[in-house]
């Protein structure tokens, strides 16, 4: 967005979906209900990207759904939103980013949201929801509040996470996110629809002069003043990859424009040829003129210049691979494509981190308890409850009479509930006597022991610190090690929320529309599945406690008398996203494998930013949402202009 009236500010989004209308192209139920929480995944708005096989686990593939559409992944998620920890960021800044700790980064939390308190005091009681007003924000873009709809399940589950020593988070925002926790979402409290970040953030000054959309554009490269293309990349390949990555396999030139009067701004046409000799970061100063993009991969490049900043904003995957393409990254993968290295910077694709998760079965039998699954196998029950949540539901466009309406008719029922919110953010010490001996075998690895052979020593040194503050963590009874994700239904999925695996995503192909290599290894450090075996333990503990035990649950996957061998095949065979891919583009110093510095600059250039999760140099243990908003708001508060 435009920091000042006098900037002009052009984006140019990594999409493509023409058949959609611009009047549908985000306001689709299956977006904005919450009921319809993942089934937009693998959908058009979907870059339907997948990862190479994970021969770690069970040799197969896994997809890697990334948001492809105006708003990026808030349009997929699953609403959830908290921050992590403070740990989380005070660690940010012992790996060199002053100005990142919990204290430098809360007012920007507080910036983005404007958080309404649950409706009732009855349901605050009952589901352990509390709030810190010191910690929220009341006035920012996204709203951020509760749905009116809470399935009693969940209060069973906090009740036998405390009869089993696990506490309830007072606030999930707080900084001090160890324990059960009902986390708010990212939710109109006024209307119960999803709060993206087009509608917080794109609408608002779609109008705006110095504002300008594109999309149904591929960006193929930033532009370096200096240094030529690759052939491949900077030319249209008739017969080749027409459609991008995950493309629906039609494509438009002309894309949707929407600046003023719909319009976009005019292009420049004109490309640099000029190769130089590769730069160190540490002695360079690039600057980038602007960025290279096509319709497809036949189409005509053009290009359109920038006389101040380029920010990529295209996700942790697909920014490390545009940096690539544009020659920034590490030499021997750019050599390999004949691309022209302007900086020789390891880091770009490395230090790939991920919250993997295994999902589990244990139905719950007992029917006197609502379930959302009867919302997919009793259609009676489910047009009810369709029927209540659109009766008194009003759309962004609607009139004040109407929004003013929906105040007095409150909007409930089960379609508000649709996202998995009654969490668990768990210690390993506080669910595992085996927590000690994981510990033990955690410390007493070599830091290169479970990485990817070859590496550059910088990618290597930054490891070795960050496996430091790993291991700290693992010990600690106030810092979450896994998370359980309760669906109400009978699933307590677990996650690594810190993880020690360090996957990659590196370019496959010159050609800008091929789809990077995403290689997350999850698990390819043995810390985290033992982390996720004793998860699995401590939930046949939930289960069988007094809270639990009414719900009348069975277990299937994993089987109730599973062995350790068992569990492990579960685990191989189910690992799956969490949908976080981050720490690509990770802001650490240079010798620690960085690319970008603390204001997010990337090493050895003058104005090329890149504002995503892939600046996070460790993952935090929360949903990522809130914590890309966050960094996008503190970057906004830069001397940039």
């Known amino acids: 967005m435009s920091w000042s009236d006098a900037v002009s500010v052009a984006s140019l989004l990594l999409t493509d979906f023409p058949k959609i209308p611009l009047s549908r192209d985000h306001y689709e139920p299956i977006i904005q209900d919450p009921v319809y929480v993942g089934a937009d995944v693998g959908g058009v708005y979907d870059w339907d990207l997948s990862t190479t096989p994970q021969t770690q686990l069970d040799g197969a593939p896994r997809p890697m759904p990334q948001g492809k559409v105006l708003g990026g992944g808030s349009i997929l998620n699953a609403m959830c939103w908290n921050r992590g920890g403070q740990d989380d960021y005070n660690t940010w800044a012992d790996l060199g980013n002053p100005g990142w700790d919990w204290e430098g980064i809360l007012p920007y939390f507080r910036k983005s949201e404007t958080y309404t308190p649950v409706y009732s005091a009855d349901i605050a009681r ?13 006035s920012g873009p996204v709203q951020v509040s509760y749905p009116r709809y809470f399935y009693p399940q969940s209060a069973n589950l906090f009740a036998a996470l405390n009869y089993l020593g696990v506490p309830t988070e007072f606030d999930p925002n707080d900084g001090s996110s160890a324990g059960a926790a009902f986390v708010p979402t990212d939710i109109d409290p006024n209307n ?29 490269r930033v532009l370096i003043e200096g240094i030529g293309a690759n052939y491949a990349v900077s030319n249209p390949t008739p017969g080749g990859n027409e459609f991008g990555n995950g493309m629906n396999g039609e494509t438009s030139n002309s894309g949707f424009g929407f600046g003023p009067q719909g319009s976009t701004p005019a292009l420049d046409n ?19 003129t602007g960025v290279e993009y096509a319709a497809n991969a036949s189409d005509t490049r053009r290009t359109i210049t920038a006389t101040r900043e380029v920010i990529i ?9 545009l940096l690539q393409l544009s020659g920034i990254g590490p030499s021997s993968l750019l050599d390999t494509y004949d691309i022209p290295v302007a900086l020789d910077l390891s880091g770009v694709g490395n230090n790939l981190q991920d919250h ?77 006597s085996m927590s000690d001996s994981i510990l033990s075998g955690a410390s007493s690895q070599e830091s290169t022991e479970y990485l990817i052979d070859g590496l550059d020593s910088t990618i290597v040194a930054g490891y070795a610190v960050q496996k430091q503050s790993l291991v700290r963590r693992l010990a600690e009874t106030t810092i979450a090690a896994y998370e359980i994700i309760n669906n109400n239904a009978g699933s307590l999925t677990v996650a690594v929320m810190h993880p020690f695996s360090r996957g990659q995503c590196y370019i496959r192909s010159p050609d800008p529309f091929e789809p990077p290599n995403v290689d997350p290894r999850w698990l390819s450090n043995p810390v985290d599945r033992q982390v996720l075996v004793e998860a699995l333990l401590f939930n046949r503990q939930i289960l069988a406690t007094p809270a639990m035990i009414p719900l009348q649950a069975a277990q299937f996957v994993p089987p109730v008398d599973a062995d350790e061998d068992a569990i492990n095949q579960v685990i191989s065979n189910g690992i799956r996203t969490e949908f976080h891919p981050s720490g690509t583009c990770a802001m650490l110093p240079l010798e620690q494998g960085g690319v970008v510095d603390s204001h997010l600059r990337v090493w050895g250039t003058q104005n090329l930013r890149v504002v995503d999760a892939g600046i996070m140099p460790m993952i935090p243990a929360a949903h990522l ?10 970057f906004l508060g830069f001397d940039i202009v």
């Open 270 to 288: 004109t490309t640099s040829t000029r190769f130089v000799r590769r730069q160190d970061p540490r002695a360079s100063s690039l600057r980038i």
């Open 356 to 432: 993997c998760l295994v999902g589990t079965f244990y139905p719950y039998n007992n029917d006197s308890y609502p379930s959302p699954s009867e919302l997919t196998t009793n259609s009676t029950y489910n047009e009810e409850a369709e029927a209540e949540y659109n009766s008194q539901k009003t759309g962004k466009h609607e009139t004040l009479f109407a929004i003013l309406l929906s105040l007095i008719q409150t909007i409930k029922g089960p379609w508000t509930a649709g996202s998995p919110n009654a969490l668990a953010f768990n210690p390993l010490p506080l669910i595992s």
């Open 192 to 220: 119960q629809t999803r709060s993206d970040a087009r509608r917080s953030y794109f609408d608002p000054i779609v109008n705006r002069e110095n504002f300008h959309v594109i999309t149904g554009q591929h960006v193929t």
């Open 313 to 321: 904003a295209a996700g942790a995957l697909h920014s490390a691979q």
């Open 126 to 138: 009952e589901y352990s929801i509390n709030y810190n007003p010191a910690v929220h924000g009341t």
């Open 625 to 634: 949402q809130a914590v890309v908003y966050a960094i996008a708001e503190k």
